[in-house]
């Protein structure tokens, strides 16, 4: 067969494995030839391509980043977008489509897929927060890295008396920050989940202090909201094509707050797309393979319009559309771990209450 193959939406370490798996298996197992769409849906609406073969693959299993590029184009959003995309891959011949993003690059995928293109899915986003599956290649890394800095800020705000606020991402859902919250002893944890008070933040931390701890750690995901009433400025530059605004800032305003309601030296670290570059850990590179290898046996098994998934420890698959519907969150299990480390009278517990959960 011929297949496409394409990466969408923000990079994740890992993709050049999947990329690497698919190929590997393709060629040796089915005699597959490869065609890589650049930049994401970019490649298959503006008809840019390169070839896929071995030598394209090889040493690209540590690499971060894409060796397809990627962008976060909508095909749906541009006149005949998707008319055009499918003209392309009718011109490159292409049988098959594997498409590697998250929900964005996957509702695209669904609309190809309902007008008779055959696509299979495979989920990546750094947040984790895609249904369907238990987890995306890409997380582990990310938060080995939140983790490995917030040991680091660790040092240095006990060395300084200082607060310090760590911000790291997260557009909808706090997983990265309670992974990497909880595996770097924060003290104070902050999520999409449950907005959060100011007031609540200065009080846990003013607390704190008060039984003789001179530092804190807060870690804030970067779409944290405040709860009812409470505002303060942060950050909230242009839109994407699939409606996303630009997130970032938040650390800032919630150290600048922090500092002037406790009267503590509070400092912020932003770790922005240090998360997302660099090479996948080997947890994410193992998956990333067994995602590339499940990809490549659902299109030989005629099983389109469904993404690879894993379910337990077993890689399975499930619609597409079952992906998309809806984001994923923080469940209560991991919430309640988080806040069974707190000493309930004094610390963080009440930022991670059960009452405003998201229906
Ligand atoms: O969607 C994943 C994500 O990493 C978010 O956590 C973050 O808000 C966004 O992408 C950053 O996007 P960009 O790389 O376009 O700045």
Redesign the pocket.
């Known amino acids: 067969m011929k297949i496409g193959i394409l990466t969408g939406?923000?990079?994740?370490p890992g993709l050049n494995a999947v990329i690497r798996a698919i190929v590997r298996k393709g060629i040796f197992h089915y005699e597959d030839e490869f065609v890589g769409f650049l930049e994401g849906w970019r490649g298959v609406l503006e008809n840019v391509t390169r070839p896929l073969d071995l030598e394209a693959v090889k040493g690209i299993l540590p690499q971060g980043g894409t060796i397809l590029r990627t962008s976060?184009t909508n095909p749906a959003k541009k006149e005949n977008g998707l008319d055009i995309c499918i003209e392309n891959l009718r011109k490159n011949k292409i049988d098959a489509l594997i498409a590697l993003g998250?929900d964005?690059t996957q509702s695209v995928s669904q609309k190809l897929f309902e007008r008779g293109i055959k696509v299979v899915a495979v989920p990546k986003?750094?947040?984790n927060d895609l249904s369907g599956t238990d987890y995306c290649f890409g997380f582990d890394t990310a938060v080995n890295v939140a983790t490995n800095a917030i040991d680091r800020v660790h040092t240095t705000a006990e060395a300084h008396n200082r607060v310090m606020v760590v911000e790291v991402?997260?557009?909808d859902s706090g997983w990265?920050a309670i992974y990497s919250g909880v595996a770097g002893g924060a003290d104070v944890i902050l999520i999409p989940e449950r907005p959060f008070s100011i007031n609540e933040v200065a009080d846990v931390l003013t607390r704190r202090h008060a039984r003789g701890r001179y530092f804190s750690i807060v870690v804030v995901a970067?779409?944290a909201t405040l709860a009812g009433g409470e505002t303060f400025a942060t950050e909230r530059r242009k839109t994407?094509e699939f409606g996303?605004v630009?997130?970032?800032g938040i650390g800032n305003s919630l150290a600048a707050e922090i500092e002037s309601r406790t009267g503590f030296e509070t400092r912020a670290v932003i770790l922005?797309?240090i998360?997302?570059g660099g090479s996948p850990t080997a947890f994410d590179r193992m998956l990333a393979t067994r995602y590339g290898i499940g990809a490549i046996d659902l299109v030989h098994q005629g099983r389109f319009g469904r993404m690879v998934a894993l379910k337990g420890n077993d890689i399975s698959s499930v619609p597409i559309t079952d992906a998309i519907a809806k984001t994923r969150y923080v469940n209560q299990e991991l919430i309640d771990v988080a806040s069974s480390l707190l000493d309930k009278h004094t610390e963080g517990v009440s930022l991670l209450r059960r009452d405003n959960q998201p229906a």
Not at 9 to 12: H, I, L, N, S, W
């Open positions: 939406g923000g990079d994740c976060r998250g964005d986003t750094i947040d991402m997260g557009r990265i970067e779409g994407d996303h630009r997130l970032g922005g797309h998360q997302r």
